[in-house]
């Protein structure tokens, strides 16, 4: 079974619009984490945002939030306000594992996300 | 955070030939790591780079194929050897810092675009 899973190839929002992009992860681990990075058409990776297993609170970087229900092993964001410059492709990854022992990533297969003017 | 710079960010290299990449870093990190990402694809973690010692690598990886070296904590190499064109992919050092006992960053360099004729 796939460890992460984005089920949106790809999405399209309006500027200025919210959008959500969806992340479901299995692991049997208690402590992990999610990431989410950004990928432009450059090829560079842009870390944007984490959220920890144990952390109670849904984690926020700026228009960047991470929804987060462990529940369900969804770990969504949400982009509030979108912009041109959003456009790119994202990636949900996980690690598993408390620290110490296990740094590996591993990645979703992304989603493309553009924002129409 | 941390700033990673790669050199070459892109070559053209003949089949049969080695390639290294260098990833260079702005500051002492204590996790050093080679992912890569073929075309259109996610990334998949090659190995973690052990600082004065050898790297660590993934299923599907070998080290006469990616020879790693890492002399420093702040210096890491990447050699993809007797290249063929399935070989043809963004390269990319990340870096992870352990915060609070919680691993909960992790940045990547530019990339390095290799196309293998």
């Known amino acids: 079974a796939q460890k992460i899973t984005q089920t949106q190839p790809g999405m399209f929002v309006q500027e200025k619009e919210a959008v959500t992009l969806d992340c479901t992860y299995d692991?049997?681990?208690?402590?992990?984490?999610l990431f989410w990075y950004k990928q432009p058409s450059s090829g560079e990776m842009i870390f944007l945002i984490y959220?920890?297993?144990?952390?109670?609170q849904n984690a926020t970087e700026g228009r960047y939030s991470l929804n987060f229900q462990k529940a369900r092993k969804s770990a969504n964001l949400v982009i509030s306000a979108s912009q041109l410059g959003d456009s790119a492709m994202y990636f949900c990854a996980m690690r598993e594992g408390s620290g110490g022992s296990n740094y590996k990533l591993t990645f979703g297969k992304g989603t493309l996300l553009t924002v129409n003017p | 955070s941390a700033v990673i710079s790669q050199k070459p960010s892109r070559d053209i290299c003949q089949r049969g030939t080695s390639l290294t990449i260098q990833c260079q870093v702005d500051s002492q990190v204590t996790m050093m790591f080679w992912y890569r990402q073929q075309p259109g694809q996610s990334l998949t973690l090659i190995a973690t780079?052990?600082?004065?010692?050898?790297?660590?690598?993934e299923s599907g990886f070998v080290i006469d194929k990616f020879p790693i070296s890492r002399p420093n904590l702040t210096f890491s190499t990447l050699t993809v050897s007797n290249m063929s064109p399935e070989d043809s992919s963004i390269y990319l050092c990340s870096v992870g810092f352990f915060a609070q006992s919680s691993y909960n960053e992790q940045f990547f360099g530019p990339g390095t675009r290799l196309t293998v004729l």
């Open positions: 780079a052990n600082q004065g010692s050898e790297a660590t690598y």
């Open positions: 692991t049997s681990d208690q402590s992990y984490g």
């Open positions: 959220q920890g297993s144990y952390d109670e």
